[in-house]
């Protein structure tokens, strides 16, 4: 009946399985992991690398303080609550050894400076030196290859076969599969001794599931996301009754350039300098609207309901960190100007307005308080006043899937009936639901990833072995 059979099984080649797949084979089990793409790293390989941590080193060196109780209250503010909040306190404690396996395990390089992205309390984000995701899922998958770990692509998980008693006992896959036909490459049947580990990510790129949680969301908003962040693997759960949580919480990115597809360079140059150095103004009014450095719902919702169009501009001591700058300017996601007037000329900007507007802001920086909008001014911060001038045009993207399957704080798949874990069935990653809530934090998701990743994979390899 079998045409294989592994200890654990992983399904997904991101942060996630990868970290997973790690600690199972260090544990000692046969592990063996399936990514439907022709590539391995789903989004994880194209994320921007940001990886958030509380009580860090770097946050000691600079003299930041930071706990896991105030990582946890800026996840359950930003998330309205609604986040389970003994998922989101696993993350937080386990920050800094998810940063540190990394950088003492895999090798992993990061900057020297940490960011302070938007809705968290203080700076706490890493970012990798590549200044993308690969900068971590290389040495992952550096690390799987020394290990003997096999990452099969091109192969996809169909279905489940369960045993009598509920439990996964193994899956249908088509290998040879060619994303996005369903019917392509051959059925083959995996056995899981162990356990099954689902690692397959989100869900932003599949129009017609993400449109039955949120109609807003129709074809015609772009996402940042890699064409494989559909929902089969999840409607596959559901239909052996996993616990679905969250799913109409979908997040769009507020940083994306209106110039470009997809995530591209832009976005990580209003991450790392027009928001936290820079301000966001209104096209039509020059003026600000917003807390630049607010949690991504809240700078979505200032951006979509009140109808503006936003523009970020920050000066030329507000760039420092903006790794990506030389893409943007080179593929024209960002423009460069030698004063305000040509850059509120080039933009159709009331001048006054935004010269008012600047100086306004100006005041705030100096005095280290934004009097209007509360916006933290960091300690290196400066008002914006040296030439050249940058802008870029924003629009919001379809970016992460907050909602997914229920797990518990040991990575199992909760049964939507008993809420007892189903058996042999772990999850961890974007594929998972409720540790963020309404809205997810920048950095947080690669941090959380490697967490459950890792649970995921220690505790599936402890799972008997089916005779
Ligand atoms: C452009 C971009 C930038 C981002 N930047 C950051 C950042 O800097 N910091 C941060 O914290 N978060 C960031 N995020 C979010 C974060 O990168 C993702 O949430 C995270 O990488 C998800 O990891 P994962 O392992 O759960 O899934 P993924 O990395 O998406 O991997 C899932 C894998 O499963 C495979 N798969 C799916 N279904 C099947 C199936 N049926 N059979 C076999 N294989 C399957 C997919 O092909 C994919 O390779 C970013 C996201 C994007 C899109």
Same mark, same amino acid.
């Given at each position: 009946?079998?045409?294989?059979?592994?200890?654990?099984?992983?399904?997904?080649?991101?942060?996630?399985?990868?970290?997973?797949?790690?600690?199972?084979?260090?544990?000692?089990?046969?592990?063996?992991i399936i990514d439907k793409m022709h590539v391995?790293?789903?989004?994880?390989?194209?994320?921007?690398?940001?990886?958030s941590a509380a009580g860090s080193p770097l946050q000691e060196q600079s003299g930041i303080y930071d706990s896991v109780s105030l990582m946890v209250a800026d996840m359950l503010a930003a998330g309205q609550h609604l986040n389970h909040p003994n998922l989101a306190r696993i993350v937080a404690e386990h920050s800094v050894e998810a940063l540190l396996w990394t950088i003492e395990e895999l090798g992993v390089q990061y900057k =020297?400076?940490?960011?302070?992205?938007?809705?968290?309390?203080?700076?706490?984000?890493?970012?990798?030196?590549?200044?993308?995701?690969?900068?971590?899922?290389r040495p992952m998958l550096a690390c799987c290859r020394k290990m003997?770990?096999?990452?099969?692509?091109?192969?996809?998980?169909?279905?489940?076969?369960? =045993?009598?008693?509920?439990?996964?006992?193994?899956?249908?896959?088509?290998?040879?599969?060619?994303?996005?036909?369903?019917?392509?490459?051959?059925?083959?049947?995996?056995?899981?001794?162990?356990?099954?580990?689902?690692a397959?990510?989100?869900?932003?790129?599949?129009?017609?599931?993400?449109?039955?949680?949120?109609?807003?969301?129709?074809?015609?908003?772009?996402?940042?996301?890699?064409?494989?962040?559909?929902?089969?693997?999840?409607?596959?759960?559901?239909?052996?009754?996993?616990?679905?949580?969250?799913?109409?919480?979908?997040?769009?990115?507020?940083w994306s350039s209106r110039d470009e597809e997809g995530f591209g360079v832009g976005s990580?140059?209003?991450?790392?300098?027009?928001?936290?150095?820079?301000?966001?103004?209104?096209?039509?009014?020059?003026?600000?609207?917003?807390?630049?450095?607010?949690?991504?719902?809240l700078l979505v919702d200032a951006m979509l309901m009140?109808?503006?169009?936003?523009?970020?501009?920050?000066?030329?001591?507000?760039?420092?960190?903006?790794?990506?700058? =030389?893409?943007?300017?080179?593929?024209g996601v960002v423009a460069k100007y030698d004063s305000i007037e040509a850059l509120a000329e080039a933009n159709h900007i009331p001048a006054d307005s935004l010269q008012l507007t600047i100086r306004k802001y100006n005041s705030f920086v100096e005095k280290g308080v934004d009097e209007e909008y509360g916006k933290p001014i960091s300690r290196d911060s400066a008002p914006i006043t040296t030439p050249p001038f940058y802008s870029i045009r924003l629009i919001s993207k379809v970016h992460y899937c907050m909602g997914?399957?229920?797990?518990?704080?040991?990575?199992?798949?909760?049964?939507?009936?008993?809420?007892?874990p189903v058996g042999r069935l772990y999850a961890a990653g974007e594929i998972t639901g409720g540790i963020h809530g309404a809205s997810r934090l920048g950095g947080n998701s690669i941090v959380e990833c490697i967490v459950f990743g890792r649970i995921a994979g220690q505790k599936a390899a402890l799972e008997t072995i089916r005779s």
């Open positions: 009946m079998w045409d294989q059979s592994v200890d654990v099984l992983v399904i997904g080649s991101g942060f996630a399985g990868l970290s997973a797949a790690i600690e199972a084979s260090k544990a000692g089990a046969t592990t063996i391995p790293g789903g989004n994880s390989a194209i994320s921007g690398g940001l990886l =020297d400076r940490l960011s302070h992205l938007g809705g968290h309390s203080v700076p706490r984000t890493y970012n990798t030196r590549t200044t993308s995701g690969a900068g971590i899922i003997g770990i096999p990452i099969r692509l091109a192969t996809y998980l169909e279905r489940f076969i369960t =045993d009598p008693q509920g439990a996964v006992e193994g899956v249908v896959v088509r290998e040879g599969y060619v994303f996005p036909n369903a019917e392509s490459g051959t059925e083959k049947r995996i056995r899981a001794r162990r356990a099954i580990i689902l397959s990510g989100g869900f932003a790129r599949d129009v017609a599931f993400r449109t039955i949680q949120n109609p807003m969301l129709s074809q015609d908003i772009q996402s940042t996301n890699h064409p494989g962040a559909t929902a089969e693997t999840l409607k596959a759960v559901l239909t052996i009754g996993g616990t679905p949580v969250h799913l109409s919480h979908i997040q769009l990115g507020p990580m140059f209003s991450m790392l300098a027009g928001f936290p150095y820079g301000i966001l103004v209104d096209v039509f009014t020059g003026k600000r609207f917003v807390n630049e450095l607010a949690d991504r719902r009140s109808g503006v169009e936003s523009i970020a501009i920050v000066d030329q001591s507000g760039v420092r960190e903006a790794s990506t700058l =030389d893409q943007c300017l080179k593929r997914g399957l229920l797990i518990n704080e040991d990575a199992q798949v909760m049964h939507i009936q008993s809420q007892l």
